[in-house]
């Protein structure tokens, strides 16, 4: 039933490609789906990709284009002339033309921009350049359909036909007063059964009309829209007039996103980064978190070497240095997703930092009990009876304190607005490390010594 | 404009509930959006929510239930008696009425059932217990619109307004055959500037109709959803036969979570965990990565026990154990995260391991370089030159192989059917604790006796 893409399917399309098989490429490729097109043309080279691009409908290449992978479509952007990108910015969203033109050059920009034939399109697209990519009015669209509170059911669906074209997709209509203030909402199944002459005023709901604000950053929306379940929401500026719309589908990708990039920060890597990025720009987003960890290795260092002498009496106490910073750093790590992820669903305003505390310092005492318990008998049998009591105290000892810090780094940082996911990985680890090597060798030279 | 709960409300709240001021209470909570209602009760105790639950009207009451968290509605329907929790169900959506159910013992889902009024809603419910909750099935709905090939727009805007008043949001009409089996969608839009006598058939697009199955698993759907940018999907049967619909909210959720669960896996985190689970769930969920980590950290024990003698004549070698597991380390996790989101996002098909390799072997190299050089400076000035080439030259070699193996796990891992985002967290780093210090120390023996 769905099209699934094989090897051999793309093999036989580029020789078809080659011998020009025109039936067959409209058969086996132009009928598919739209994503499934952008799937076909990702894994093709720029010429096979430009020569079926240029054999769609004009309104499929739209749809087609914004599907591509962005790495694929800046090529093939590149490839046509500013005439040929003003051609298909025309069959776009705004929003989707306005993020294409966003990545060029100003330059560009404006030789593409007057090269557009459609005028009103052309205002909108560099209307929309203004705003910063991050924020609502980075995000939103200018096709949206909207009506006023005086008019009839029969005028308002003779000028929603007259919209409706621009809007491929038409969720809410949106009800504004005469100076184009957002003032409601009406549904197009409302609208569908309300005889010809009742007014949008007495059919509209104007409730708790939930939008945005044009200057509202791109995460806020996404979790309003989460919250209210809302499958698009209007777009206003300073004065609550009606400017744009933005769908659901853009935001997901945003939310997916803001995860990733969580993950990302919790795995050490400090800006957004594709796993398509150059080597040069992979390597300068993971060197702040690899200089942390340097630096922690050397005041790791530093700790150790204040018990040199020890190490020289007792060199087995060295065996062990790896698996009280592994348990440190693992504890720690998971302390901090838990908060991490807490803090990510807003679960901040009234959650008491005292109950978090507890309860992770009670699973650490929980688990360093039985953790610590196993490795006296492991490294007693391993090396002998008091080395296996030094690791098993302070095993257990540095399980609680990292559990505690753990919890507490995220914490903090997100109290001074430093996004938590930043703890989850180096920060944690690094400080663990340096705090269960200094715990160790002290219980280690307490316990020898007495 | 939007609502925002503070700590002044609530105890204004509360002062109000205990004195009964209902003009305040409906004037001040029971006009907020619903979303914002479930947040107060949240706050609310169980006696508290409860009053000013049963002052709201019955839908409102339906969208509040659905929007509490999942622990306070728990508590709440506890508190409820079967005929009340009937009462509720009626007016919720089928998915929605079944995952409440799916919670409840099954003598107490057929005491609900037998008690609610409406047959139909109650065996709509109780068809959609039969399927697994992460599947398409356990996730559809059995409230959507459809419209029969042969009817005129007259005759479908007839059964549609009968149809439309149990489905809350209308996204798109699906059509069907005599037999019900899907044959295409049909948007408001069409509809409603279609002409009365035009045929359904001669309106409905029945080309790249996009659907799932009820076998089909949740994450499946999330990713059909996501990549033909549905806001909602009809779901079949066996046979093709249109049994439901699934909208993209509920999917947003499945988004989420997936990357939620993946975050945990990487954090050594093995089931899905609330913040809210009790101590021992939390124990259990962490210890299996403890126990890999300890298991690592007694494999470096016995490594470096390996080079005791080494350890005996200079101490100071034990000092940079520590910087080079934690490095090792974190390479090993950023290299392991950017796999686990590529895979993530479907990209294992025809991406090659090998330009993922050399990637990741060209950016550890050149971090390697970098760091490998700072540290040769500072441990030479810390203690001494050979011990500074000997941490400098087994830092570079640690980061290579960490980045290698980094990448090669989760790719493993995938290939055999494994979550990659295992890897991410204790299979690396432990692995590479093994293998850094049994470099680290072969590194020190060689050069220190050369």
């Known amino acids: 039933m769905r099209f699934e893409l ?219 829209m989460e919250k209210y379940g809302l499958v698009s929401v209007p777009v206003v500026d300073l004065q609550n007039k009606l400017v744009g719309r933005i769908t659901l589908d853009d935001v997901v990708d945003i939310i997916k996103e803001e995860a990733d990039k969580d993950f990302q920060l919790a795995s050490g890597i400090s800006e957004k980064v594709e796993s398509n990025a150059s080597v040069w720009r992979m390597s300068r987003a993971r060197l702040p978190w690899l200089l942390i960890g340097l630096l922690g290795g050397i005041l790791g260092a530093q700790v150790i070497s204040g018990f040199e002498g020890s190490i020289a009496k007792i060199p087995a106490l060295a065996f062990f240095i790896p698996l009280i910073t592994a348990m440190g750093g693992n504890v720690g790590v998971q302390s901090s997703a838990i908060v991490v992820q807490s803090l990510a669903k807003g679960n901040n305003q009234f959650g008491s930092i005292l109950s978090k505390l507890s309860k992770e310092a009670r699973v650490a005492l929980l688990n360093g009990l039985l953790l610590a318990s196993l490795i006296y008998g492991i490294a007693s049998v391993f090396e002998n009876a008091t080395l296996g009591f030094i690791v098993c105290i302070s095993l257990f000892i540095v399980m609680f304190f990292a559990a505690i810090f753990g919890t507490l780094i ?36 307490f316990l020898y010594d007495v």
Not at 417 to 443: M, Q, R, S
Request: net charge negative; glycine share 4%; hydrophobic share 40%.
């Open 6 to 224: 094989s090897k051999d399917f793309l093999e036989e399309l580029r020789l078809k490609i080659e011998s020009q098989d025109l039936p067959w490429i409209k058969d086996q490729v132009l009928e598919l789906h739209y994503a499934d097109i952008a799937e076909v043309l990702d894994k093709l080279s720029s010429e096979e990709a430009k020569f079926i691009y240029f054999l769609m409908d004009e309104e499929v290449q739209a749809d087609v284009l914004m599907e591509l992978e962005e790495e694929v479509r800046d090529k093939f952007l590149a490839s046509l002339s500013s005439k040929e990108i003003a051609d298909q910015l025309e069959n776009l969203d705004s929003d989707d033309a306005a993020d294409i033109l966003g990545e060029l050059s100003d330059e560009q920009i404006q030789e593409v921009i007057s090269q557009m034939e459609d005028d009103e399109a052309a205002e909108d697209i560099v209307d929309l350049l203004n705003y910063d990519e991050d924020t609502a009015g980075g995000l939103m669209q200018k096709e949206f359909i909207q009506a006023k509170l005086d008019w009839p059911v029969d005028r308002c669906l003779v000028e929603l036909r007259r919209q409706a074209e621009d809007v491929e997709k038409v969720y809410t209509i949106y009800v504004v007063d005469d100076i184009n203030k957002l003032v409601g909402v009406l549904s197009l199944k409302r609208l569908l059964f309300a005889s010809p002459k009742t007014k949008i005023i007495d059919l509209y709901q104007g409730k708790n009309i939930i939008s945005v604000k044009t200057s509202d950053d791109s995460e806020q929306v996404a979790k309003v």
């Open 410 to 445: 995220p914490l903090i940082l997100d109290r001074y607005k430093i996004d938590p996911a930043l703890a989850t990985g180096p920060f944690v680890t690094t400080l663990n490390d340096v705090i269960g090597l200094f715990i160790y060798f002290t219980v280690g030279m």
